[in-house]
């Protein structure tokens, strides 16, 4: 299997599957004499971790990170770790896994899951969670967004739940505040409330539903990307899409473009106070022509609901006989609730590669910042 890398410059390669030993990621690029701490990438994984709360898989993994290379501290760094620009390896051990809980579909295809896929492709697939199809490897982007953001020091990458199955938050009551006192990463604390009633419902019911993940950058200069085959929101629909059970991306209005007439969806300017202009909307969500703006780059995905659910589904098993297939064990009813540091840590790995492409290309000149 290959196609286990993104980037260019800023390039990060994961491994590792759901249940096997470890999973882990390789993060080439990353540029010397930053400092980078093992607490500093835990504190990311510790906002995705499972089973912090009822909504989430109780599978209980510490997720607790060890850097292998790419760094070096001694008495000339003042104690410091610094990284070094050379590869930084990092391992994450699984130490719960529960195979057993799929013994009854190790011959059979989950509807909505890749199992099918997969041995259609390689003649061969990991039946226990998913092997690399899981979720669970999303562990290793969080803990390569935590060095991506070391990257680009005056951005700042935020992410929250604006929709859980049908229920959506008011914008009106959007508070990024709020977004770390709830178990849902909701900006909305009456719509947090909602939410976990509704939740409750389907997660005893054995179901499973979707959500809208938004995630925002602010502080993104502008001139990052490069016309045509080079998007900066082009390499970033294509991150978000790389998510496990993501199925659609929008860039600022997305799709509710298509309903605004010209007048509305152009961002109009006036003149600004650094020698740019200074934007009186932000329709285009920071970005013209793949180039970035200066404005807040805004990017949503929705997330489908969980393949893996209580409620048996007709399927067919590996040598093409009718089953019906139930999925025991421990299972997110909302796997979008744990992607919202995932979809930050993807925003942050973009941008990291960008923000080296351009240094490439037009080196250290300042760049034209809007107000």
């Given at each position: 299997?290959?196609?286990?890398?993104?980037?260019?410059?800023?390039?990060?390669?994961?491994?590792?599957?759901?249940?096997?030993?470890?999973?882990g990621?390789?993060?080439?690029?990353c540029?010397?004499?930053?400092?980078?701490?093992?607490?500093?990438?835990?504190?990311?994984?510790?906002?995705?971790?499972?089973?912090?709360?009822?909504?989430?898989?109780?599978?209980?993994?510490?997720?607790?990170?060890r850097?292998?290379?790419?760094?070096?501290?001694?008495?000339?760094?003042?104690?410091h770790?610094?990284?070094t620009?050379?590869?930084?390896?990092?391992?994450?051990?699984?130490?719960?896994?529960r195979?057993?809980?799929?013994?009854?579909?190790?011959?059979?295809?989950?509807?909505?899951?890749?199992?099918?896929?997969?041995?259609?492709?390689?003649?061969?697939?990991?039946?226990?969670g998913?092997?690399r199809?899981?979720?669970?490897e999303?562990?290793?982007?969080?803990?390569?967004g935590?060095i991506?953001?070391?990257?680009?020091?005056?951005?700042?990458?935020?992410?929250?739940?604006?929709?859980?199955?049908p229920?959506?938050i008011?914008?009106?009551?959007?508070?990024?505040?709020?977004?770390?006192?709830?178990?849902?990463?909701?900006?909305?604390?009456?719509?947090?409330?909602?939410?976990?009633?509704?939740?409750?419902?389907?997660?005893?019911?054995?179901?499973?539903?979707?959500?809208?993940?938004?995630?925002?950058?602010?502080?993104v200069?502008?001139?990052?990307?490069?016309?045509?085959?080079?998007?900066?929101?082009?390499?970033?629909?294509?991150?978000?899409?790389?998510?496990?059970?993501?199925?659609?991306?929008?860039?600022g209005?997305?799709?509710?473009?298509?309903?605004?007439?010209?007048?509305?969806?152009?961002?109009?300017?006036?003149?600004?106070?650094?020698?740019g202009?200074?934007?009186?909307?932000?329709?285009?969500?920071?970005?013209?022509?793949?180039?970035?703006?200066?404005?807040?780059?805004?990017?949503?995905?929705?997330?489908?609901?969980?393949?893996?659910?209580l409620?048996?589904?007709?399927?067919?098993?590996?040598d093409?006989r009718?089953?019906?297939?139930?999925?025991?064990?421990?299972?997110?009813?909302?796997?979008?609730?744990?992607?919202?540091?995932?979809?930050?840590?993807?925003?942050?790995?973009v941008?990291?590669?960008?923000?080296?492409?351009?240094?490439?290309?037009?080196?250290?000149?300042?760049?034209?910042?809007?107000?």
């Amino acid at each position: 299997m290959s196609h286990n890398s993104f980037g260019h410059l800023f390039r990060v390669t994961t491994f590792g599957e759901s249940h096997g030993p470890a999973l882990g990621c390789v993060v080439d690029g990353c540029p010397p004499l930053i400092p980078l701490a093992e607490a500093e990438i835990q504190a990311e994984l510790d906002r995705r971790r499972p089973g912090q709360s009822r909504f989430t898989t109780q599978r209980q993994e510490p997720d607790a990170v060890r850097i292998l290379s790419g760094v070096f501290s001694d008495e000339r760094t003042g104690g410091h770790q610094l990284t070094t620009g050379t590869p930084i390896a990092l391992v994450i051990e699984n130490v719960d896994q529960r195979s057993k809980d799929y013994g009854e579909i190790r011959d059979a295809y989950r509807p909505g899951h890749a199992d099918y896929a997969y041995d259609a492709k390689y003649g061969i697939r990991d039946y226990r969670g998913g092997g690399r199809s899981s979720a669970r490897e999303t562990a290793a982007r969080v803990a390569a967004g935590a060095i991506a953001r070391k990257v680009v020091p005056g951005v700042t990458v935020r992410g929250a739940l604006v929709q859980l199955g049908p229920l959506r938050i008011d914008r009106a009551r959007f508070d990024w505040d709020e977004v770390g006192r709830n178990p849902f990463f909701c900006p909305d604390a009456e719509a947090a409330r909602e939410w976990a009633a509704y939740l409750d419902g389907i997660r005893k019911a054995g179901s499973s539903v979707g959500a809208v993940i938004e995630v925002v950058a602010e502080g993104v200069p502008p001139g990052l990307g490069a016309p045509i085959y080079g998007k900066l929101d082009a390499d970033l629909a294509a991150a978000m899409m790389s998510i496990n059970a993501v199925k659609g991306v929008e860039i600022g209005e997305g799709f509710a473009a298509a309903a605004l007439r010209g007048e509305d969806n152009a961002d109009e300017m006036r003149p600004g106070n650094r020698g740019g202009p200074s934007f009186l909307a932000n329709h285009a969500g920071g970005v013209l022509g793949g180039i970035s703006t200066g404005q807040p780059l805004v990017c949503r995905f929705a997330v489908k609901p969980t393949s893996s659910i209580l409620t048996p589904r007709a399927s067919v098993t590996r040598d093409n006989r009718a089953t019906d297939v139930v999925t025991r064990g421990r299972h997110d009813p909302c796997v979008g609730i744990r992607a919202v540091p995932v979809g930050e840590a993807m925003m942050a790995c973009v941008l990291a590669d960008h923000a080296l492409r351009h240094r490439g290309q037009v080196g250290e000149r300042a760049s034209i910042q809007p107000d």
